[in-house]
């Protein structure tokens, strides 16, 4: 049985069971003139309000706000929380957990209006707003010689990413975004504007590094930004292969567990060629570096001669529209797809269980020929994270070293039974394989099943379950891979 939380049951319980509210009469007197509410009766409702990549779990909305400025966010807040109508806060709208589909009949706080960008090159001090897409910060940055971590899609929200962790390829020699924060602005649950930071609310900036999504709406963000390496430029390397090279190919990753230069990030995805019918797989890899150098670490897989390859210099900001031959990824940032996804945290790679599974994404394929999968692993080097102390942030897995991610897209929602156990089959045998003692995940990838000792460590969830007694008693910020609340203690 899916996780649920009491507090999802009976809000959403409450919210079907109620007589639908009119939104325009409780809320439109409260806001300012720049923000607007659309009803979910509306005409192209869809087309006006910010869409979900997947819509797997659905929450549903009656309606949507949009606020302008902060001060619409607290009256919504307050309002919603008198009125008893649950509420949930869309920035890139990239968020997978099926905790979310626990509100029916609620509000969506579409912050698609705090998308703004403002770079102050003297103080190197980057602020967004809290639906800031990473697409939006390179032009401003990169022509001052700047440089931010971008996770794996341009189009992801940078604060959704934050509250996370951030993991990027750039990790390695820049950090996670969670390292880079300075402060963030938070609409807490009591509709009071706080700012959260090592010396203002550390508790709550602690808490917000890692499992932020429990603790109020990030209306603003700001980040120090790194100087570019090697003068921006990047070595992005493609390489196809055909299925029966996959061992080959994973163990050269897993000869990379151990020792893994800062500046190459892999991206290894297994899947059925469309065209074909056979398993193919393609490898991505970029370096912070020039193409001399990357070429000393890219040996090995041009040693297994590929079907087909390709090594450039880039620019960063070039970095994901050259990945992967430079084919167009429209799935990444897609809206409304339905995409059924499993993730696994792992610290080391098992080239059996990754040929295995392969086999089984090919058997899986053609019994269901509508059902896409992909297979990917996501190799980041963490050497500049771990130099960042553990408990310094809720996040848990400093030294996590991969991310594989199982994805299956497909369009007969009756599929979905077959498809997550599946999935679900396969997410076990990697987290047998991981390298941890018990099931981890990065929370932004996992399902929303796992439960809160897989999303922020078993360890860390006495001081978060009391942080969110403290933050949000009522919670209100529970649709999303909840933080149980626990007794506040004189330590917060």
């Known amino acids: 049985m899916f996780f649920r939380t009491l507090w999802q049951k009976t809000m959403a319980a409450t919210a079907v069971a109620a007589a639908a509210p009119d939104v325009n009469q409780l809320f439109g007197p409260y806001l300012s003139s720049g923000a607007s509410i659309i009803l979910a009766s509306d005409a192209n409702y869809t087309a006006r309000v910010t869409q979900r990549w997947s819509n797997f779990a659905a929450p549903s909305y009656i309606a949507t706000i949009k606020p302008a400025i902060v001060d619409d966010v607290q009256n919504i807040v307050k309002i919603a929380s008198s009125s008893g109508i649950p509420f949930l806060v869309t920035g890139g709208g990239h968020g997978v957990s099926i905790q979310m589909e626990g509100l029916q009949g609620g509000i969506q706080v579409d912050l698609s209006n705090f998308n703004n960008v403002q770079f102050n090159q003297s103080t190197e001090l980057l602020t967004v707003g809290g639906a800031t897409k990473f697409a939006q910060l390179i032009d401003p940055i990169y022509e001052y010689g700047y ?15 934050t509250l996370g962790a951030g993991v990027s390829a750039n990790q390695g020699y820049m950090g996670l975004l969670i390292d880079l924060l300075e402060e963030a602005q938070v609409v807490t649950s ?18 917000l590094r890692g499992a932020g999504a429990n603790f109020g709406i990030v209306t603003s963000a700001t980040y120090t930004v790194p100087r570019t390496t090697n003068n921006g430029n990047v070595t992005n390397a493609s390489f196809m292969y055909l299925g029966s090279q996959a061992l080959d190919v994973y163990e050269y990753l897993a000869s990379l567990d151990d020792s893994m230069s800062p500046f190459l990030a892999l991206n290894v995805v297994g899947l059925v060629d469309p065209s074909s019918g056979q398993v193919a797989l393609i490898v991505n890899a970029n370096f912070a570096g020039p193409v001399s150098v990357a070429r000393r670490y890219l040996a090995p897989l041009e040693a297994l001669k590929p079907l087909r390859s390709e090594i450039l210099n880039v620019a960063w900001p070039d970095v994901l529209s050259t990945a992967y031959f430079g084919v167009p990824d429209t799935k990444a940032c897609g809206r409304n797809q339905h995409v059924n996804m499993r993730s696994i945290a792992a610290r080391r790679t098992d080239p059996q269980v990754a040929v295995q599974f392969l086999a089984e994404v090919d058997r899986f394929s053609k019994a269901n020929p509508n059902v896409t999968t992909t297979f990917m692993i996501h190799r980041f080097p963490n050497q500049k994270v771990l130099q960042v102390a553990d408990g310094s942030s809720s996040y848990p897995y400093r030294d996590l070293k991969m991310h594989i991610q199982l994805e299956s ?3 007969d929602t009756t599929k979905d039974d077959i498809v997550s156990k599946f999935l679900e089959a396969a997410r076990q045998n990697f987290t047998a394989a991981s390298g941890y003692d018990e099931p981890a995940v990065y929370v932004n990838f996992a399902h929303g099943h796992e439960g809160p000792a897989a999303w922020y460590g078993a360890g860390n969830l006495d001081r978060l379950g009391r942080l969110k007694q403290k933050w949000d008693p009522q919670g209100l910020f529970s649709f999303y891979d909840v933080v149980p609340k626990v007794s506040s203690s004189p330590e917060l």
Do not use: H, K, M
Not at 192 to 198: G, K, M, N, Q
């Open 147 to 161: 440089q931010f971590p971008i996770g794996t899609a341009s189009c992801v929200g940078v604060v959704g990413a």
């Open 190 to 207: 009591t509709g009071d504007v706080v700012t959260a930071s090592r010396s203002e609310n550390p508790d709550l900036f602690w808490a």
């Open 409 to 411: 897209e497909y369009d």
